[in-house]
């Protein structure tokens, strides 16, 4: 298996979930309230105020799963280092690069991937 190849992909992952999760810390960092203009929530109009909250809690999310996904991405890169990339966390058996090609940070085989879903 070419693990250069994997390393590269989930580099450039990182990349794009870090420049994704700068951008929502950027957002997150307006105390609520001044994105809109207004200098107080009680100055906004109910629909407005519940607009923003409702994008807060979006970006809350969305920072949460970038965050998640980087953990997974470098742990996927120091497998490759440590040459257990590609093996099952479970099982210890070979994670077909099928399975490799699609989801690149994963540490389980098709048979184990339910321990994947609770790892989110």
């Given at each position: 298996m070419d693990t250069k190849k994997f390393e590269t992909r989930l580099r450039a992952q990182r990349r794009e979930i870090s420049d994704a999760l700068s951008a929502v810390a950027e957002r997150l960092a307006v105390p609520q309230?001044?994105?809109?203009?207004?200098?107080t929530l009680a100055d906004q109009h109910p629909a407005d105020a519940a607009t923003e909250t409702t994008q807060r809690e979006l970006d809350l999310t969305h920072k949460r799963r970038f965050e998640q996904k980087l953990v997974r991405i470098d742990a996927a890169i120091d497998?490759?280092?440590?040459?257990?990339?590609?093996?099952?966390?479970?099982?210890?058996?070979?994670?077909?690069?099928?399975?490799?090609?699609?989801v690149p940070a994963t540490s389980y085989c098709v048979k184990d991937a339910a321990h994947e879903r609770e790892d989110r």
């Open positions: 309230g001044e994105s809109g203009g207004e200098l497998r490759i280092a440590k040459g257990t990339y590609g093996r099952c966390a479970v099982c210890g058996q070979a994670i077909p690069e099928e399975r490799l090609e699609i």
